[in-house]
């Protein structure tokens, strides 16, 4: 049963999935962020990027309404369900898993890493109990192919078990939590925690990585001094002292990559955008927005010793996506090619039944230097 608790400043939900849960630990660094720009007129873009330690391959994946998923749990088949509405979204490892999407009704959102807090209910051995479970990495692309509001997932999450599973592809088991945002302008956070699920309305929009949601949300509190409005001259000691240069509310604001910092700093900009420019062109403003938060490679390093740090991938932003859910179009660029390539549910049969793949953008070609001026 779905039972509500008081949570202030936000509603909770849980779900009572089991007494053993089990908490995993880090094994790859990922420094996701995410969030929702809204213009005056209430029209909304939701963008994430998505980094690792590991390359994850990566293609927009198109499926249409009356596709058949099955959800393995370890070595068994779990939840099955026929989806009803069509997603676009990125889908990793040629399957329809997806780690971020959006369906033909607006609703969007991503999974994103959840190191040292996620805790899954484990696998059930009863056949009866597993026919409701299905795994983390499923978890998103089936709330993007049944449910078109926030509000309908809220009141069906416990038609699903969600469970913990091992993904022999990224060679370990996800920790993962869930951002979810719909057309009417309605957010929630969803973590698995303690081996239940709790979901979280999400007014700010923002979601990051470790440590959980409501953490995130107190975090705030020690940034309330933030402005975008520079100081003026102050007086100390009789000497009128004036600020340095451009940015002077905004001193203090974090700039490290860390999960913490990067929610601020997300909330900082979505909150003080200038809402004539984002009227004007929306996808530019996000664009813009979202490259505040890429990581080149080099930046984010693992640690450990220098010789094996030459065996190792370092964190860095492998693609970020933005969908508008005004028009249903979904973009998507990569590290190896800035340029956003959209695709949108015109670009497929969406009642097709058979699952489409589109690679990611290929890397730009080497331009030549230009000339030097005359």
């Given at each position: 049963m779905l039972k509500r608790i008081a949570s202030k400043p936000f509603a909770l939900f849980k779900i009572t999935l089991a007494l053993f849960a089990f908490v995993l630990q880090p094994v790859a660094a990922n420094a996701c962020t995410s969030f929702v720009l809204s213009t005056v007129d209430n029209i909304r873009m939701y963008g994430r990027t998505m980094e690792f330690g590991k390359q994850i391959p990566t293609k927009i994946g198109l499926i249409p309404r009356g596709y058949k998923f099955?959800?393995?749990?370890?070595?068994?088949?779990?939840f099955s369900w026929t989806g009803k509405i069509a997603?676009?979204?990125?889908?990793?490892?040629?399957?329809?898993?997806?780690?971020?999407?959006?369906?033909?009704?607006?609703?969007?959102g991503g999974a994103l890493y959840f190191p040292g807090f996620a805790g899954y209910k484990n696998p059930s051995r009863s056949e009866e109990e597993r026919a409701k479970e299905i795994n983390q990495i499923d978890f998103l692309v089936w709330i993007l192919s049944t449910f078109k509001t926030v509000e309908e997932i809220k009141i069906n999450l416990d038609k699903v078990s969600l469970v913990g599973t091992y993904y022999s592809n990224m060679d370990e088991i996800p920790p993962l939590h869930y951002t979810l945002h719909?057309?009417?302008?309605?957010?929630?956070?969803?973590?698995?925690?303690?081996?239940?699920?709790?979901?979280?309305?999400n007014p700010y929009t923002v979601l990051t990585n470790s440590p959980g949601f409501e953490w995130h949300t107190q975090n705030i509190r020690n940034?309330?001094?933030?402005?975008p409005f520079n100081i003026g001259t102050t007086t100390i000691m009789g000497q009128e002292l004036d600020p340095f240069g451009q940015g002077s509310g905004?001193?203090?604001?974090?700039?490290?990559?860390?999960?913490?910092s990067r929610f601020i700093r997300a909330l900082g900009l979505i909150s003080t955008i200038d809402a004539s420019e984002l009227n004007k062109n929306r996808l530019v403003t996000m664009e813009h927005v979202l490259n505040n938060f890429d990581i080149p490679k080099g930046f984010v390093r693992p640690a450990i010793s220098p010789t094996e740090q030459e065996q190792e991938a370092n964190d860095y932003t492998q693609w970020s996506a933005i969908a508008d859910i005004e028009n249903k179009i979904y973009y998507?660029?990569?590290?190896?090619?800035?340029?956003?390539?959209?695709v949108s549910f015109d670009d497929f049969d969406v009642t097709s039944g058979q699952m489409q793949f589109v690679n990611l953008p290929s890397p730009k070609p080497t331009q030549p230097l230009l000339p030097p001026m005359q």
């Open positions: 099955q959800s393995k749990i370890n070595d068994e088949i779990g997603v676009i979204g990125a889908s990793i490892f040629d399957s329809p898993a997806m780690v971020d999407g959006m369906n033909e009704y607006g609703l969007s719909d057309a009417a302008g309605f957010s929630i956070v969803i973590e698995p925690v303690d081996g239940e699920i709790k979901v979280y309305d940034y309330l001094f933030l402005s905004l001193l203090g604001i974090p700039g490290d990559p860390t999960p913490p998507i660029k990569t590290y190896e090619n800035t340029t956003l390539h959209g």
